[in-house]
Nanobody, 124 residues
């Protein structure tokens, strides 16, 4: 059974860093892309970053660009999100997701599999 498991969330002070991990298992099909989304309290889920599995191409939201880095380890079927210079506005539950077929990176409906989420809290 396909499964995504996130880890690495926690409490950090503003200006600090966290590294999130998302381990994929049970996938018997090829993956087109993996992404991170987040959802802050009272807000809609939003796109953060995506990496295309074939060539490692990456795209970021405006808020993430320059501060966050998405990367992958093909051998471990794991995607990472390195988050630096964290701000209180980054407080959210972070989810990883798998897109099997090429589609809009920013549309959560184009992702077929989701993890359970990991909480990131940034204190100011």
């Amino acid at each position: 059974q396909a499964q995504l498991v996130e880890s690495g969330g926690g409490l950090v002070q503003a200006g600090g860093s966290l590294r999130l991990s998302c381990a994929a298992s049970g996938f018997t099909f090829s993956t087109y892309a993996m992404a991170w989304f987040r959802q802050a309290p009272g807000k809609e889920q939003e796109f953060v970053a995506v990496i295309r599995w074939s060539d490692g191409s990456t795209y970021y939201s405006v808020s993430a660009k320059g501060r966050f880095t998405i990367s992958r380890d093909n051998a471990k079927n794991t995607v990472y999100l390195q988050m630096n210079s964290l701000e209180s506005e980054d407080t959210a539950v972070y989810y990883c997701a798998v897109q099997r077929y090429a589609g809009s990176y920013f549309d959560r409906a184009k992702y077929e599999y989701w993890g359970q989420g990991t909480q990131v809290t940034v204190s100011s």
